[in-house]
């Protein structure tokens, strides 16, 4: 990750390779906003966006000389989009532009952030947007392509409010954050011959033992474990692939903690299907389905790293969904830990058969809510698209989903469980079905987890869409392993924190 840094200096005497300054849109064209830069400079700017194609839109990027009067060798316009109606931008602009400029910025090697910065938050929105867009998987590159896509080593922010402890805290927060979800980008974005289960949670292992945080424990369930434990939904997801299912328990336990919160992430980290195989274009991005138990390890981690003064606990439910002569058979019966029993009608409904035994195991030690992140459904891209996430779950803690992406940047949409859709899970020989209605698909799902979760406050969140982004790159996401969900998880813990 970049090296970050913040001061007071005066942005036209920055030497960097790249200064960053912001523009937005106005009645009367483009203004250039963010840097103390000389008068003679910002006005020739805007007089000359037009001609230069500039329009101050969110997203923009636009590199010009600095010229004779900035210590800077290129300055970067980067857009902000319009001013809100009390004349500020939110966060997630400010978010979004920082992210913008240094993505577009690979192969340079030193920047400086000047954008509009009132507070400590806004503070640390530039800072997190920043080391969201310097970001780069070069992990399988080799040769001189490398250094041209290499994120600059060094950016400094260039701010008048930066000395006081909030933002400092803000700041430092910014990079535990961002370090979080660049990290779930990797995992994400690693090669499926690499990352198998007993590999994930040797990361796991390690994660915890470079956070260097207080208070952390992993503990490991391989194949023996599994199915001495009665976790059937892990055993049987992962009974057709030569490299067993884990299950991975990582936990954050302060002293004398203010809440205790359980997460569950899906781990799947090759989903061919199975039995029920997938097409061949239909694979292509599935290394992604274990996106949901990279943002868990992330989070967790993060939190112990904040010091956060709540218990979080997260189970990451791992395996590898292949077709042998030794995989789950449609029509087969699981018993998932607890002792309710599943007909498997559809092997490739592979995640909340692990997710089951995972739900279960978080309630038995009684947290004050469980929240479970998967990529679980395609229906839920048919629903919302490939970058708006689905909630669902008991109506206060979907709400509070909702307000902790609000906060952090991340579009999830609340999702309700229709009960009269339950009906189509009923299964002919044992309790559920694995499968239920097409149409609707991402809600049964959610209805199918329901069933594991007894009164516990409960949420589910499907990330299948916006985990993966095989589109092109925008604000600070990249192609590849978005982080996503990451940043809600960890506000909404933070959050209980303050109750």
């Known amino acids: 990750m970049a090296e970050l840094t913040v001061s ?71 857009g902000l989009g319009a001013r809100r109606a009390d004349g500020t931008f939110s966060a997630e602009s400010l978010r979004r532009a920082s992210g913008a400029a240094l993505r577009a910025l690979a192969g340079t090697s030193s920047v400086a952030v000047a954008l509009p910065v009132e507070d400590e938050a806004e503070l640390g929105a530039v800072a997190e947007g920043a080391l969201l867009g310097a970001y780069a998987f070069a992990r399988y590159r080799t040769g001189e392509a490398t250094a041209a896509s290499r994120p600059p080593a060094t950016v400094e922010i260039l701010a008048g409010s930066s000395r006081s402890a909030a933002a400092k805290a803000a700041v430092e927060r910014a990079k535990v954050v961002a370090a979080a979800v660049n990290a779930t980008r990797d995992l994400v974005n690693a090669a499926p011959n690499d990352l198998f289960p007993a590999a994930f949670a040797d990361v796991a292992k390690q994660a915890v033992k470079d956070s260097g945080a207080k208070g952390l424990k992993v503990t490991v369930l391989d194949d023996k474990a599994l199915a001495a434990g009665g ?199 044992a309790d559920l079905a694995n499968i239920g209605d097409r149409f609707g698909g991402m809600l049964v799902a959610g209805l199918f987890l329901q069933e594991f979760v007894g009164e516990t406050p409960w949420a589910h969140l499907d990330i299948a869409g916006p985990a993966f982004n095989e589109g092109s790159a925008h604000g600070y996401t990249p192609v590849g392993g978005t982080g996503v969900a990451v940043r809600t998880l960890l506000g909404l813990v933070e959050g209980r924190a303050q109750r």
């Open 8 to 78: 007071s200096k005066n942005p036209a005497g920055a030497k960097v390779d790249a200064l960053v300054v912001g523009t937005h849109t106005t009645s009367d064209g483009v203004a250039i906003v963010g840097g103390d830069l000389p008068r003679p400079v910002v006005a020739a700017l805007e007089g000359l966006a037009p001609a230069l194609g500039i329009t101050g839109a969110a997203d923009e990027v636009r590199k010009v000389p600095a010229g004779p009067e900035l210590k800077a060798d290129v300055l970067v316009l980067v």
């Open 231 to 429: 976790y059937g939904g892990l055993v049987g997801v992962g009974q057709g692939s030569a490299r067993g299912p884990r299950l991975v328990k990582v936990a954050y336990a302060p002293s004398r903690p203010a809440a205790k919160v359980a997460l569950v992430g899906k781990g799947i980290t090759f989903d061919s299907g199975g039995i029920s195989i997938k097409p061949a274009k239909g694979m292509e991005a599935m290394k992604s389905d274990m996106a949901g138990a990279a943002a868990v390890l992330q989070t967790v981690v993060a939190a112990a790293r904040l010091g956060l003064p709540v218990a979080v606990t997260g189970w990451l439910c791992l395996a590898e969904n292949m077709p042998s002569g030794t995989a789950q058979r449609p029509s087969d019966v699981i018993t998932i830990r607890g002792g309710k029993t599943v007909e498997v009608l559809n092997t490739d409904a592979e995640g909340r058969l692990v997710m089951a035994d995972g739900l279960v195991a978080a309630v038995e030690e009684k947290p004050d809510v469980v929240l479970d992140v998967a990529t679980l459904t395609g229906a839920q891209m048919v629903a919302l698209g490939n970058r708006v996430s689905a909630v669902m779950g008991a109506d206060d803690v979907r709400a509070e989903v909702v307000a902790s992406a609000d906060a952090a940047g991340e579009q999830f949409w609340p999702m309700p469980l229709p009960e009269e859709l339950g009906a189509s899970l009923k299964s002919k020989v």
